[in-house]
Each structure stands twice: as C-alpha cells, then as structure tokens.
C-alpha cells in the first residue's frame, strides 16, 4: 500500500465520524440500521453476544450474506476476518468491502502475528487496549483504530478502560523527552517513529473509535466524551427489545454528545437494553479483549 | 472577521474548521437552527448522506437552512453536495435540500477500493490553478441547469459547480488541505457579492 492509498483509506475513516456504526446479521438489519442513522454497518453471521453463547469457531461470514446486505443498503459495509487471517482478508476484499475489521471478535488464526495489512487496497480497522498495541496496529497498516472493550457484553467498563488508558498512554508520551521516548517504545512494543509523532501530535495518527459493550444512548455519549470520534454498536441494538428506535437514539446521542439535554430526550422511553454480563460472569480465557498480540 | 458554520451532525467536520482556520475565518459548529444565526457561510462536510439527511429532519433543521441559503453562501463536499441537490437518481434514502439545481447519483464512482486521489486544474480569471483532491465513494453530477458554472471535471464529468452562490464539489478538498474552494466562496468579497445580488434581486 502506497501512502496516497494511506491517505485515502484514512479519508473514509474520517468520512465515518461522529456516527454509529451497527453490527448486523441479514438484509433486514441492516436496512433498519441504515434507516435508523448508522453511517456504516459491519456484516456477520452472529453479533458477539451469540458468538459467546454458542461458543465452538467463529469464522468470517458467508461472502453471499455480506454481498446481499452490500446490494440492499448504500451505507459502506465492514465485515470482520480472523486474526492473522491474511486469506479471508482477501476475500474480503475480492469481495470490494469498503473496510475489514480484523476482529478479536473471531477466533485467532494465528496465535503471533496480524496481517501485514499494506498488502492491501481495502482499508483495515483494529482493535486495541493500549497505546502501544494501537501502534503495532498502525504499523502494520490499519487506517483506523478503535478500542477493543468486550466484545458482546453490554457491558462499558471495558471499553471505558481501554479508551482512557490510550489517552493516557498519549498524555504521558507528550510529557517525555526524546531520549525517554526511546526507552517508552522498547516499553510499549512500539515503532519510534509512531511513538515519537503520537508525542508531537497528542493524538493517534489514524481516527479514533469506540467499541465493545456500548448498549445504550448515554454509553455513546460516554466513550465520545473520553475521546471516541465514532461508535461501533455491536450487540447493544439488535439485542434489544426495539432496535429501530434504539438505533436512532444512539445515533441522535452521538450527534449530541455534549449536550445532556439532547441525549436525555434520546434516552426517554426506549424499551428494554440488552441483558448485559458483568465481567465477574465472563472468565479471564474467554474474555476476547485477551486476544490479539 | 468572516464566520463560517459547519454542519456537524456527522462526518469530516473537523477536517473543514482546519481549513477554515488556516484562511484565517472563524469556524462555527452547526447542530441546531440558533447555531446558524449572525454566520456568513455554511459548510455541508462529507460524511454519510442517509444519516445526514435523517438527522436534518429528527434536528428540525431543513427550514434553517434553507432560510439561510437564500440569503448566504452554502459550500457542500461529496455527501454536502448529494444533500444540496434537487435530484438523486435512483434513491430515495435521501431527501435533498434543493439548493442546487443539479442532478446527482451517489456512490457513483464505486465501492472504498475505487476511492483515488485525482488531480484537477481550474482556470479562474485567466489564471490557472493546480490542485490534488480525493474522491472517496464519490457522488457523480448527471444533470445541472445550464445557468450553472462547471469549476472543474472529472472522468469528464462534472465535479465542482458553482451557481453564483452556492458551490457544490463531488470530491474532497478538505482531505489534501486545499484551501482553494472555501476561499473561492467564503472570501469577503463573494460574501459581499452576495448581499448585493440579494438586495438587487430583492428590489
């Protein structure tokens, strides 16, 4: 990949913030996440609550699933390929989806490395829990970077973890010298060079979103105020009891984020959230945030 | 100093108050009908146009802003201009605002792995400008009533129009730096240009 191929890929990361984008299953999701506001959709056989439940190998979806939701809405459509899975990446990209989630959400085909995601035309999102994981991410090519929280659990404090941690991986790399920065990327795993921009800048070099657990108007408006530019909407709205007005109330919260009058009218008489699990409930081997390296 | 809004209910936003702030205007956000009082210029970003559209309606924000276009400046990038026209081909996911007389079909130069860079050339006042601009699941202009300028083409087709007071562009300025447009349309004097032809077409 080409640094114009770079840019481009980041330019439709941009085009995505201050959305949602919804986790879908069939045809039918998807158009009522496109009619509730979702700037985007991710395609997958099951949403990560399901995946949990059944347990057994989650793999990426059947390319027809993906290819009937891309004809039936005109938002971009992301699928999801195992990690390190370089062949169903391209597929996936065969496939000309507009964005590859090489997602913790699946079950790891390679227990070491990720792809090498500058072999592609097709932009990548990964998932992270640190500044340092967020880099080798970059590195690698992923042109947005979102947290990884956990996934399917209705449950925000994951999330809510993994997004202040980076800001405050950031804020500290900002209060560094250049020789402490050095002794910082041996620390975090993380190429100099990113480290040493990341410091500069004070923020990633790539968009910055939202994932894992968020289930409600407020949850959104939540990780946008920590520093979220966008939020991925997984479980939280078709495993709701009215995922249209859910989804639109999300939405109308992500808009609004700063505005607690606008997210209390968007929260008003939704009916029930997902059931959600504490993380108590989930044991330390099958929390996904564990996986990626 | 010249104050610019942008309408931020979704999309790269922040990408065009950069631009704005390098020109030197002020840059406003937009969100609600009372944002858009005492601005000169408002700015339509890219972003998803479904959700925008959705969003103007659930915010109460169509009659705002077509108000505001009658008597300021209006700029729209890809999913701006796919919101200002008065037709989308084959779609009716979008209710456009109509500000712009012109035709549009959107994502018509394909799916993300389509989306390029393209460098364009704009002959202005017998000077010639270059300029690197991105297209990014980008709309196509189809049809545009002949009073309106063409800036710039594409594939040749249509990509930047201009109707004298309002600015339409299928590709995204904002994502190479470009400054060139909003400049074009929010520089003090088309702003000024602008108040005359309201009050010349007023009396």
Redesign the interface.
């Known amino acids: 990949m080409s640094k ?1 191929q770079f ?3 980041v ?2 990361a ?6 949602v984008i919804m986790d879908v299953t069939n045809v039918e999701e998807a158009v009522i996440a ?2 509730a ?4 959709v991710m395609a997958l056989e099951r949403i990560p609550s399901d995946i949990r439940k059944d347990g057994g190998i989650a793999r990426m979806s059947d390319p027809k699933m993906i290819q009937e939701i ?1 004809k039936a809405v ?3 459509v992301m699928a999801k390929c195992r990690i390190g899975h370089f062949a169903e990446a391209q597929v996936l ?1 065969a496939l ?4 590859i989630d090489e997602s913790e959400v699946l079950t790891p085909a390679d227990e070491h490395n990720h792809v090498w995601k500058h072999d592609f ?3 990548f999102v990964c998932g992270c829990r640190n500044l340092g994981e967020a880099l080798r991410r970059i590195a690698e090519g992923a042109a947005l970077i979102r947290t990884k929280g956990e996934a399917g659990s209705g449950n925000i404090v994951e999330a809510v973890r993994h997004m202040r941690t980076v800001m405050n991986d950031i804020s500290r790399l900002q209060t560094l010298s250049r020789e402490q920065l050095v002794a910082e990327a041996k620390n975090m795993g993380a190429p100099l060079d990113l480290v040493i921009q990341v410091s500069e800048s004070g923020k990633l070099p790539v968009p910055n979103f939202a994932a894992g657990g968020i289930a409600t108007p407020a949850d959104a408006s939540l990780m946008m105020q920590l520093g979220a530019e966008t939020v991925f909407v997984g479980s939280g709205i078709f495993k709701s009891e009215d995922p249209e007005a859910r989804g ?1 109330a999300v ?2 919260a992500t ?2 984020f700063k ?1 607690a009058g606008k997210v209390l009218e968007a929260s008003k008489g939704l009916k029930s959230a997902m059931k959600g699990l504490d993380m108590s409930e989930i044991p330390e081997s099958e929390r996904l945030q564990e996986r990626g390296w | 100093m010249i104050k610019v809004g942008i309408l ?8 065009h108050h950069n631009i704005l702030q390098e020109l030197g205007y002020a840059s406003f956000s937009v ?1 609600d009908c009372t944002d858009l009082e005492n601005l000169d210029g408002l700015i339509l970003p ?3 146009s ?2 925008m559209s ?2 103007i309606d ?2 109460n924000l169509r009659k705002s802003i077509l108000d505001f276009s009658k008597e300021n400046p209006i700029l729209g990038t ?2 701006g201009l796919i919101l200002m026209a008065r037709a989308i081909e084959d ?1 009716s ?1 979008v209710n456009p605002l109509g500000i712009l007389d012109i035709e549009v079909s ?2 018509a130069y ?4 389509m ?3 393209e460098n364009i050339t704009i002959e202005l006042d017998s000077k010639t400008f270059d300029m690197e601009v ?1 297209l ?2 980008a709309p196509k202009i189809l049809k545009i009533n002949k009073s309106i300028n063409v800036i710039a083409e594409i594939d040749n087709s249509p990509a930047a129009v201009f109707d004298g007071r309002h600015m339409g562009l299928s590709f ?1 300025p904002e ?1 190479n730096g470009v400054t060139f447009f909003h400049e074009m349309l929010f520089s003090s004097s088309n702003i000024l240009n602008f108040k005359n032809s309201e009050s010349i077409n007023a009396a």
């Open positions: 114009d840019n481009i890929n330019g439709l941009e085009m995505l913030k201050g959305g496109e009619s506001g979702a700037c985007a891309q005109s938002i971009p990209e000309e989806v507009d964005f035309k097709v932009p639109k939405v109308e808009t609004n505005n | 931020e209910l979704q999309g790269d936003f922040e990408l969100k890219g972003g998803e479904t959700t959705l969003l659930s915010f890809c999913a779609e996911k959107r994502n394909g799916r993300q792995i989306s390029r860079k991105t990014i699941r995204h994502l």
